[in-house]
């Protein structure tokens, strides 16, 4: 097979040497015929994938260059994961309401009633959104609002508080016992040790439980502390800044 000469229209020609009962003939055949077929052709290659493309003049795929993907904004980085931090600490308020008051419905002594209480004012306020999502308080300053700064510094001072009472009552085994006068009348003592004694176990893990909720709020305070340490500390280009202020 070789290449001969181009059509008016410049596709090029293949010349086909064909032997048949002894005489041999040329066969002028043009890209998409098949010569053995009268009145059939083939469809050319075609690349099977949009960014794969084959060059017949070097005989190798080639392929094309992928847009590049665009850097995410170092400061609005910064500002969402402050607001991860917020969803976590809710999270936990959440589930310390929750246990707080399954404490109090089972009316335990005036220590531990008096702590759940107190977290679950905590726990009730966190549950509310404390502000806007916070961003850089000017186009040319990176800082978070001072309010941001004034409601995480209460929250912290007020997970510390709390936790801290939840744990304080865990070594306090008598503030547990419950002691219900008409249960002791009908069902008589042993029956009441017994409840007591169940209702004390229950108690404590649940008191347990709501200690750790609130020792992972302040976690996630803590870390929005972190985060708003790197945001005073790191180097931010003001168009970063200016775009997260618009943003």
Known sequence: ??????????????IVEMHQGGESSNVHVQPGVNPTIPNQSYAPYQATTRDEQYSFA?????RTEKPP?????PVEMRYDQLMNGRI?????AA?????????????????????????????????????PAAKPIAANNVRPPTWYLVVLSISTLSWIAGMSLMFAVISEDDK???FDPKKHARRGVGTLIGTGTGTLAMLENITIA??????????CCLYQWYIVRRIFTDKFEE?????????
């Open 1 to 14: 097979m070789a290449v001969g000469a181009q059509t008016p229209h410049g596709r090029p020609v293949f």
């Open 58 to 62: 070097t005989g190798t795929p080639a």
């Open 69 to 73: 993907i665009e850097e995410k904004n």
């Open 88 to 92: 976590g600490r809710w999270l936990s």
């Open 95 to 131: 589930i310390a309401l929750g246990l707080a008051a399954g404490v109090i419905s089972k009316r335990p002594g005036t220590l531990l009633y008096t702590a759940c209480i107190i977290n679950m004012v905590i726990a009730g306020i966190h549950l509310f959104p404390l502000g």
């Open 176 to 178: 547990y016992v419950i």
């Open 210 to 219: 709501c200690g750790c909720m609130g020792a992972s709020a302040l976690i």
């Open 239 to 247: 168009a970063d800044i200016r775009k997260a202020f618009s943003g």
